[in-house]
């Protein structure tokens, strides 16, 4: 935030703000019920987006506050069929969701308003990820879904794995790695 580090972190009732070189907290946003949250944050823009608790609503807040705020201090909010276990992914101006239950979705990420919404195959403990223009949605089942990140719902391609998956695929170097239950994969050779 104007060249200075936050450390975000989205607790079961408080979304909270800190310089990690000192441990200081800078803004706390308390009261946000749900009494457990799985999803972590996600920063784009100096904009966080945290899901309440327990699938609760989903919302996006200004990082460059100070003190104790409240919900008027929120840009935008959004309880149609948020994630429970999956962390949002932004790319650019567009926030990528999927419900546990396999409801993918796509916000604006200045206004909360749905841009496309659609069902992909099985249930989701992973996180969506972004790689070279797609976004990877991957279930439990090993199914993974290939989605352009774009406004416009696109589905690429779908892969699949003969393995339980729940951990996120992680991008590095070209490659793209799922951790299973009984392998670790590592996928493909460029991106470029």
Same mark, same amino acid.
């Given at each position: ?8 972190? @989205?607790?079961g009732n408080?979304l909270?703000?800190?310089d ?5 907290? +800078?803004?706390l ?16 823009d100096?904009?966080?987006?945290a899901? /309440?608790?327990?699938?609760?609503? @989903?919302?996006?807040?200004? *990082?460059?506050? /100070? ?9 935008w ?9 999956c962390? $949002?992914?932004a790319? /650019?101006t567009l ?7 396999g409801?993918a ?9 749905l841009?496309?919404?659609? /069902?992909v $195959?099985?249930?989701?403990?992973a ?10 949605? *991957? ?10 990140a774009s ?12 393995d339980?998956?729940?951990?996120? $695929?992680a +991008?590095?170097?070209g490659?793209?790695? +799922? ?14």
């Amino acid at each position: 935030v104007q060249g200075e580090p936050r450390l975000i972190i @989205m607790g079961g009732n408080q979304l909270d703000a800190y310089d990690p070189r000192t441990g200081k907290q +800078i803004w706390l946003l308390p009261k946000q019920v749900g009494g457990r949250t799985v999803s972590g944050p996600t920063v784009a823009d100096e904009t966080a987006f945290a899901t /309440r608790g327990k699938s609760g609503a @989903m919302f996006a807040l200004a *990082l460059n506050r /100070r003190g104790e705020l409240n919900r008027r201090n929120l840009a935008w909010t959004n309880d149609q069929g948020t994630p429970d276990s999956c962390t $949002p992914v932004a790319y /650019r101006t567009l926030l990528f969701t999927v419900s546990d239950n396999g409801i993918a979705r796509c916000l604006d990420t200045d206004s909360g308003k749905l841009q496309w919404k659609r /069902r992909v $195959p099985g249930q989701y403990k992973a996180s969506p990820v972004w790689c070279a223009e797609r976004i990877l949605l *991957l279930n439990t089942e090993g199914i993974c879904t290939v989605i352009s990140a774009s406004r416009r719902f696109r589905e690429l391609f779908t892969n699949r794995l003969s393995d339980l998956t729940i951990a996120s $695929p992680a +991008i590095a170097n070209g490659h793209v790695y +799922i951790r299973g239950h009984k392998h670790l994969y590592c996928i493909g050779s460029s991106f470029r």
